[in-house]
């Protein structure tokens, strides 16, 4: 009968390590496609030029469930901007967010 106990304790563990872990994984799955997905746009604007407004949008499907949107600060150079680039998925409050900086040229 202990042994049953120690068993059924032993069960219960693995099976909450297995739901961590599942969830673990679908919280880094997020976070590298937010990481691509704000790589993505620093690169177009790199190529494009930033777009005139700073409000937040939606990916295209079948991204439709992260958001970005974007900041631009003044550097000491005068030719040289910081450009920020917020990927966010459900709750931003949260910390379910990327963010990316870079410096481009004017």
């Known amino acids: 009968m ?6 059924a304790t032993a069960l219960m563990a693995l099976l ?6 599942i969830d ?3 919280r880094l799955q997020k976070t ?3 990481t691509m997905l704000a790589q993505y746009k620093m690169a177009e604007f790199e190529s494009s030029g930033l777009p005139e407004e700073k409000d937040a ?3 295209a499907a ?4 992260y958001r970005w949107h974007f900041t631009v600060a003044e550097t000491p150079l005068p030719s040289i901007i910081e450009v920020k680039v ?4 459900g709750n931003e409050q949260n910390n ?5 900086t870079s410096f481009l040229l004017q």
Do not use: K
Not at 2 to 7: E, R, T
Not at 16 to 21: D, E, F, I, K, T
């Open 96 to 100: 379910e967010a990327v963010d990316l």
């Open 32 to 34: 590298t496609r937010a």
């Open 16 to 21: 909450s390590l297995g739901n961590r872990s």
């Open 86 to 89: 917020i990927v966010a998925w």
């Open 24 to 26: 673990v994984h679908d």
């Open 57 to 59: 949008e939606s990916f």
């Open 2 to 7: 202990i042994a049953l106990v120690i068993v």
């Open 62 to 65: 079948p991204f439709e469930n």
